[in-house]
């Protein structure tokens, strides 16, 4: 079945640090490949969203690049700032469906 | 803005007790979803709802049941707490956007600790 696998946190980095959370994935088709953001107390945002081989999803900063020859999806920022410490999930999204099978989570704490 | 809210943010319960966990979104949405997020294992999908009283099973539904009665409510029943179900609950909805394409919408979230 679908499945999403991302790198373990907590992640901790300084104010302005480049920021790389891998994230890999199985699945059949052509899925849809999302990263969410969970800031302390609230409930999921979704941050960006790429639905098809080579897009880049982008916003506020951060990027990830659909890349299906590895299978992977992993979100990048330049410089990071404190206000980005939050947990980020990595999900997937079947072609055609409903249902988000999400990776574990990776919590991010930015130092200032 | 779709809204997505729930009943509680914090609850305590013990064990033994019926718990009603209750969503509402305000966005017409016909799919509706509650997951149980815990640390290294992240969502999980516990029941789902596509329309006013259908529901599947999700990944994880031992020890839930749901009730969807009404379009913008859909809830989750813990029929006998136990300690195990200790957990953020979150509900979601999500909105179809184009063909084969949706946007889900996740409420705050209810921490739950059962003693």
């Known amino acids: 079945g679908n499945s999403v696998t991302q790198m373990e946190g907590p992640v901790t980095l300084s104010e302005e640090a480049f920021l790389t959370i891998n994230c890999t994935y199985t699945?059949?088709?052509?899925?849809?490949l999302f990263w969410y953001v969970q800031y302390p107390g609230e409930g999921l945002q979704l941050l960006l969203k790429?639905?098809?081989?080579?897009d880049k999803g982008s916003n506020k900063g951060f990027e990830a690049t659909y890349r299906k020859e590895t299978t992977s999806f992993h979100l990048e920022k330049g410089s990071v700032q404190v206000s980005d410490s939050a947990v980020y999930f990595c999900?997937?999204?079947?072609?055609?469906?409903?249902?988000?099978?999400f990776g574990a989570g990776t919590r991010l704490f930015v130092k200032a | 803005d779709v809204k997505v809210t729930q009943s509680s943010r914090y609850l305590v319960k013990r064990t033994g007790e019926k718990v009603f966990l209750e969503c509402v979104q305000d966005?017409?949405?016909?799919?509706m979803f509650w997951y149980r997020q815990d640390p290294g294992l992240g969502l999980r999908l516990i029941y789902f709802?596509?329309?006013?009283?259908?529901?599947e099973k999700g990944d994880i539904p031992e020890g839930y049941s749901v009730s969807r009665e009404k379009k913008e409510r859909f809830s989750l029943i813990l029929e006998s707490a136990s300690t195990n179900q200790t957990s953020m609950y979150l509900c979601?909805?999500?909105?179809?956007?184009?063909?084969?394409?949706?946007?889900?919408?996740f409420g705050p979230g209810t921490r739950l600790t059962v003693t």
């Open positions: 709802s596509y329309d006013v009283k259908m529901k």
């Open positions: 790429a639905t098809k081989a080579d």
């Open positions: 999900a997937l999204r079947g072609t055609g469906g409903f249902k988000t099978i």
């Open positions: 699945a059949t088709g052509y899925p849809s």
């Open positions: 979601a909805s999500i909105q179809k956007i184009g063909t084969g394409s949706y946007e889900q919408y």
């Open positions: 966005m017409d949405h016909e799919n």
